[in-house]
């Protein structure tokens, strides 16, 4: 369920990332799954990009392309906006969730049909459209195999690329078996978790519904604005049966989706598979352009999800989130995700770029979701996301940038400064004066080695800002002797 209010994004009664990580971190069986997904990825994303001697140089250009396309944004969407509608199909202009919601219910509700299939669903997710739908009498069905197990266990996505990451074969075995039926064609009898079993049963369960739907609901990976052409990428199959099959397609698409030109678009091309599943190109890229009578829907509409984006867009340093291709690579070599899980963040937008984008959407000082206001602290700063992403989005700047913005709205809202703000001008005047830093390091260091066991020192103690930052961390014990204690020693004057 997705927060109150027009934008979504964020699920309703989500606690800050702190208490949900805190709690992520006892469970063993999470731990031992993300390690094992994210470590298989992240290496299948080194092997094949490190085939390509050109690698930065598409970086740099993606980054380019991304730069240029969000500072003209507006040009760009209404170019395919007409280059959309010259080909058959029909522009919807959707300033939120609830506008979202409301435009696809409608148009659903038109065919007369009461359900439909979809795929490449995250800007869905974003919205709540399932939920909305549902309360309209429409069942959705999920036609991606993670979602699908997503939907089956009541759950909630946790990665961008492997929505079910959380969970391993096992566990879609036992969910397979217990809940499939429910949702129509059962598994079969003796179902064990071998992939391919496992796979064979989705099959199954989903062939029906491909055959039998009239509408389909899509997102889009990209837009090209001077053809109108709409692209999803996918590994299994199942875009191309709902973007071929229903007589209705909807496609649901970010308004920074789109790329001017089908040469802006061979870069991407190029960058995505290989950041996102390791490999050197999607075994299924389906473009289509408006309608062609006899081949494919006969009715097409695109749905230009807002959301605050143009919000993000205002922000000259937070703009560049935006650019994000959706390639999850941030995620699988984020420290704090690999531990944490994407459930963590509280966000259809989980990892280092949730933790950037995410509050964007939402508004950063907004006191609505604790979850979205803590998102930006969610981070060790380490910059490994900013190295593995292939449009070179800096995700520490933003993160730097956004919990600036996070302390001026608290302090805007009339609040006194916290304990970690005084600790902080309590450093800075230490600091400044070099008799009182020899004297704070003389008395951290006897301190920190009084309360060392085994050369660590576990949670401080107090409710202040030492305490909260050691909760969930060691710290090692201080020298014995300082480096400035040392230096004078040993090399001053030499």
């Not at 994004?9 to 208490?19: E, I, K, T």
């Not at 400044?432 to 080695?449: F, M, V």
Request: charge should be neutral; charged fraction near 25%.
């Amino acid at each position: 369920m997705t927060a109150p209010g027009d934008r979504g994004v964020v699920w309703l009664g989500s606690p800050s990332f702190p208490d949900a990580a805190r709690e992520a971190l006892g469970d063993t069986r999470l731990r031992a799954n993300l390690k094992r997904a994210t470590t298989v990825i992240r290496d299948k994303r080194l092997a094949v990009a490190s085939e390509l001697d050109d690698w930065e140089a598409l970086r740099d250009a993606a980054d380019a392309v991304k730069t240029r396309t969000l500072r003209h944004l507006d040009h760009h969407l209404v170019r395919l906006e007409e280059s959309v509608t010259a080909a058959g199909g029909t522009v919807h202009w959707a300033a939120d969730a609830a506008d979202a919601n409301r435009i696809v219910t409608e148009l659903v509700r038109a065919t007369g049909e009461r359900e439909v299939v979809k795929v490449k669903s995250m800007a869905t997710q974003e919205i709540g459209l399932n939920e909305a739908l549902a309360e309209a009498g429409i069942t959705a069905y999920e036609t991606d195999l993670a979602e699908l197990i997503v939907q089956l266990g009541d759950d909630r996505p946790s990665h961008i690329l492997v929505p079910a990451i959380h969970r391993n074969r096992t566990e879609v075995r036992d969910l397979f078996t217990e809940r499939m039926g429910e949702w129509g064609q059962p598994a079969p009898e003796g179902l064990t978790d071998e992939p391919a079993e496992l796979a064979e049963a989705a099959r199954r369960h989903l062939r029906e519904k491909f055959l039998r739907a009239k509408v389909a609901v899509s997102g889009a990976n990209f837009a090209v604005a001077d053809t109108g052409t709409v692209v999803v990428v996918e590994s299994e199959g199942n875009g191309r049966m709902c973007l071929t099959l229903p007589e209705t397609l909807i496609t649901v698409m970010g308004i920074e989706k789109v790329v001017p030109t089908w040469t802006d678009l061979e870069v991407f091309l190029q960058l995505l598979p290989r950041s996102s599943t390791g490999e050197r190109m999607n075994p299924y890229t389906s473009t289509w352009t408006g309608t062609t009578e006899s081949d494919g829907p006969s009715a097409f509409h695109l749905v230009l999800l807002d959301n605050g984006r143009t919000d993000t867009l205002a922000d000259t340093v937070g703009r560049q989130a935006l650019a994000c291709i959706r390639c999850s690579a941030c995620l699988n070599v984020c420290p704090v995700f690999e531990r944490t899980g994407g459930h963590a963040y509280g966000s259809v937008y989980p990892g280092p770029i949730g933790a950037v984008l995410t509050p964007q959407l939402v508004g950063v000082g907004s006191d609505t979701q604790s979850s979205a206001a803590s998102l930006p602290f969610a981070s060790t700063l380490c910059g490994a996301c900013y190295d593995a992403c292939p449009v070179k989005i800096d995700i520490p700047k933003l993160l730097v940038h956004l919990r600036a913005s996070a302390v001026r709205a608290k302090r805007s809202n009339g609040r006194l400064p916290g304990a970690e703000a005084l600790a902080m001008k309590a450093a800075a005047t230490v600091l400044d004066s070099p008799a009182l830093l020899t004297a704070a390091q003389k008395a951290a260091s006897l301190g920190g080695r009084a309360l060392a066991r085994n050369g660590r020192i576990g949670r401080l103690p107090g409710p202040g800002p030492l305490g909260a930052w050691s909760a969930d961390r060691d710290t090692p014990a201080p020298p014995a002797e300082s480096f400035r204690a040392w230096w004078r020693k040993n090399r001053e004057g030499k």
